[in-house]
């Protein structure tokens, strides 16, 4: 089945430490999205991707990087500069109007 | 970005229409009209677009006013699969009709259906 995929689905890391977090897609879109969601919240966007080695911040990149080496994969790095880590990561792509979203990873902080 | 105000709340019986508001008072002429709306622990879920005509599809109508600086979003017989968190937002297609635009979400809407 076509769709994105995102793993884990629960992360636990201890404070200091950075954490990658994976997105693939197998739907062909040139463009890829990193979401954060705190509770009771919208989603606010961290990275985007319009395509291959190319990347742009969004509104609330400070303290996560990312990379985009294949059109399939956007892993998003959780850097130890992060003061709030803690949250509801959600990985999306698009073609043209419709972006479609993983399922998320929760990532907690001990 | 441009913004969109939507109520926190409300609340729908089972098989009944749910008209959900939406104000964007600042919505340019690249802007189009988007809903999604996201269940409990998932990730949003694209249901409608538009913008200038009203829109029908498989989950919903989209009706947008005239002046573009309102629109609604029709469920035209809720149910509780329906309950969820719907968001109005503005997409910028930008000058050379990009179709990269970026998804600023807002809180939302949270519906309730009642059984």
């Known amino acids: 089945d076509g769709g994105i995929t995102q793993s884990p689905k629960y992360l636990f890391r201890k404070e200091g430490q950075n954490v990658t977090l994976s997105c693939e897609q197998n739907?062909?879109?040139?463009?890829m999205y990193w979401y954060r969601q705190d509770p009771g919240q919208g989603l606010r966007l961290i990275y985007y991707?319009?395509?291959?080695?190319?990347?742009q911040k969004g509104d609330i990149a400070e303290g996560y990087s990312v990379s985009r080496e294949k059109k399939e994969s956007f892993p998003l790095t959780v850097t130890s500069a992060q003061k709030n880590p803690t949250a509801f990561y959600l990985c999306?792509?698009?073609?043209?109007?419709?972006?479609?979203f993983g399922p998320g990873t929760r990532l907690t902080v001990l | 970005d441009a913004k969109t105000t939507q109520p926190n709340s409300m609340e729908s019986n089972e098989e009944e229409p749910v008209h959900l508001p939406c104000n964007h008072s600042?919505?340019?002429?690249?802007?189009?009209i988007h809903w999604y709306r996201q269940l409990p622990s998932q990730g949003p879920e694209y249901v409608i677009h538009?913008?200038?005509s009203n829109v029908n599809n498989r989950m919903a109508s989209l009706a947008i006013a005239e002046d573009r600086k309102s629109s609604t979003l029709i469920l035209h017989r809720a149910t509780l699969r329906d309950a969820a968190v719907y968001y109005c937002?503005?997409?910028?297609?930008?000058?050379?009709?990009?179709?990269?635009?970026?998804?600023?979400f807002g809180q939302g809407t949270i519906l309730t259906v009642h059984p």
């Open positions: 999306a792509s698009s073609m043209r109007n419709e972006q479609f």
């Open positions: 739907l062909n879109h040139d463009a």
């Open positions: 991707s319009q395509i291959v080695n190319d990347f």
């Open positions: 600042t919505i340019s002429g690249t802007d189009y």
């Open positions: 538009g913008l200038t």
């Open positions: 937002i503005l997409r910028d297609t930008g000058a050379g009709g990009t179709s990269y635009g970026k998804l600023t």
